[in-house]
């Protein structure tokens, strides 16, 4: 009897965190929020991926860790990562969830607030 109700639980705390995604990401459905989260995996196992062979190509050995490859690291995987996370949300439908995110990312790194009228 506790099993079914811990079952009964788990569900509802998962439902429960998908609807307040939804609501926070401003999505029509529990389909679009479950879409952007397979966007977000797929962009980052595709990072996981290349990763290594870009850096291969390159020369860099990343085996042992050290500031500079730290840098080197940052400067080149995340404008990689925000590519490949328009790639995968046009592909999955979501593109235009993912520009808005784009732009707002950048207008934080930039320092430059939203025109209000």
Not at 22 to 41: D, E, G, M, T
Not at 53 to 79: A, C, H, N, Q
Not at 98 to 116: L, S, V, Y
């Amino acid at each position: 009897m506790s099993v079914l109700f811990t079952n009964m639980m788990e569900e509802e705390e998962n439902s429960n965190f998908l609807e307040r995604l939804q609501k926070k990401w401003n999505l029509k459905s529990l389909r679009q929020v479950i879409l952007v989260l397979i966007v977000f995996a797929f962009t980052g196992f595709t990072i996981l991926f290349i990763k290594k062979p870009i850096f291969d190509f390159l020369g860099i050995s990343m085996e042992r860790g050290g500031f500079w490859k730290t840098v080197l690291y940052l400067l080149l995987v995340l404008p990689l990562y925000q590519i490949i996370l328009l790639m995968w949300g046009f592909i999955f439908g979501q593109f235009s969830f993912f520009w808005e995110k784009e732009k707002q990312f950048f207008r934080r790194i930039i320092g430059r607030k939203k025109n209000r009228l």
